[in-house]
Every structure is written in C-alpha cells, then in structure tokens.
C-alpha cells in the first residue's frame, strides 16, 4: 500500500472558494511536501513542512502536519480558475530517504 | 538559473521497438537526477536516480534501464517496449538528498506504445 496518500481521489470547487485536500502516511517523516502537477506538466512544489512544523504558509496556501495523526492538509483560499491541477503529498516515510509521492486529488476550479 | 529539458516531447512506438529518453540539466553541477513514470491519472512512480556520474539505481523494474553519462545527463531506455511503457515520464533533479529535498521536474515526455 501507499506509504503516502491523499484521502479524496477528486474535488470540485467554483472560483473564489476555499478548498482543503487532504493526506495521510504511514510510519514516521523527515517532513512532507506539497507538490501541484498541472495537466501535461512536471509538478511543481507548493510547500515544504518538516515534521517539527505544525503549519506553514506560501501566499493563499497553507499547510498543516499533524504527527500524532500522521496526516497533512493542504488549504486554498479564494481559489482560481489556474489552481486546477492534481495535487500530491510527497514523504519520505519507511525512511527511503527520498520523497514518495502519493495518489494525488484532481481539484478542478470552475469559473 | 537552473533549467531542465526533456526530448522527445513525446513519442509514439511500437511493441518491441527500442526506447532512449534524454534529460539535460543547466545551471546546476552534480546534481541528483531521477527518473518517474506515470500512468494516465496515476501516481508518481520513481524508477531511477543517480547521485553521481556513472552511478545509477534501479528502483523498480520496469524491463527499462538509464545511464547517466554526464554530469548533466540523464538516459532512459529499453531494447523493447512493452504496452505498459505508455506513459508519461518525468526527469527530475534536487541539490539534496533526503526526504526534505525539493525536486525540480521537467516537462516531460508522452509514450504511447501502439
């Protein structure tokens, strides 16, 4: 099974909302990453958090960690028509030493 | 700035055709380099990387196989495909090595295996 994964294969949101995507993993992390993949794209980081963090922010998103869960979320505020992407959590859980992507949630951002 | 690029953008082949998949990174020198594989709607598959010239490891197998013969190349190839290839693959590099290394892809390349 995944050692990370997001919890909803997909979300649909109207521009201006806020969505929250979700991820759990398994076994102690070094930290957690966010990453967005845009369609016919290499994704791209959104946000680092190291397991001592329990939030971070990078302009209308945030990220939250929790430890003792072993879960992640990721929060956009006032989303765009451009937020429209897959979004994956990335860990390094079963101490691979290296990040290991999980499923992925298809947001989709309707005008 | 650092830049990576893929070639092809993308290919269509044919079952038991071999294979080769390039990837160049600028502006960074030994870099670490890795190979992903994803399926249409899928995850995000690791198959190989490299923390040095000459050095690579497999991850998975894939009946594929990469070579990095530059500091700032990195090849993905096989004798013959299989449907299975088609997909989309990913080079991507990091300065750092652990679970907090940020990794930097590229575009990609398309293969579809007919």
């Known amino acids: 099974s995944q050692l990370a994964e997001e919890n909803l294969w997909a979300l649909s949101v109207h521009e201006g909302e806020s969505v929250t995507v979700n991820c759990s993993y398994k076994?102690?992390?070094?930290?957690l990453q966010w990453y967005r993949q845009k369609s016919g794209e290499g994704p791209a980081q959104l946000i680092l958090?190291?397991?001592?963090?329990r939030e971070k922010r990078n302009g209308r998103l945030r990220a939250t960690l929790d430890t003792s869960s072993q879960s992640s979320s990721l929060s956009i505020t006032a989303t765009r028509c451009e937020d429209t992407a897959v979004y994956f959590c990335?860990?390094?859980?079963?101490?691979?030493?290296?990040?290991?992507f999980g499923k992925g949630t298809s947001l989709v951002v309707h005008p | 700035a650092q830049t990576i690029h893929q070639w092809p953008v993308a290919e269509i082949k044919a079952v038991g055709s071999p294979l080769s998949l390039g990837c160049t990174i600028k502006?960074?020198?030994?870099?670490?380099l890795y190979w992903y594989w994803q399926a249409t709607g899928g995850t995000l598959q690791q198959l190989f990387y490299?923390?040095?010239?000459?050095?690579v490891e497999s991850v998975v197998q894939l009946n594929l196989s990469a070579s990095r013969p530059k500091d700032d190349q990195f090849i993905l190839s096989t004798e013959k495909l299989l449907l299975s290839h088609s997909g989309f693959y990913l080079c991507?590099?990091?300065?750092?090595?652990?679970?907090?290394?940020?990794?930097?892809f590229g575009p990609g390349t398309r293969l579809t295996v007919l």
């Open positions: 490299s923390i040095t010239v000459g050095q």
């Open positions: 958090i190291r397991s001592n963090e």
């Open positions: 991507a590099w990091s300065s750092d090595w652990g679970g907090d290394a940020e990794q930097f």
């Open positions: 990335a860990t390094d859980a079963g101490g691979n030493y290296k990040p290991t």
């Open positions: 502006g960074k020198s030994s870099p670490n």
């Open positions: 076994t102690s992390i070094t930290a």
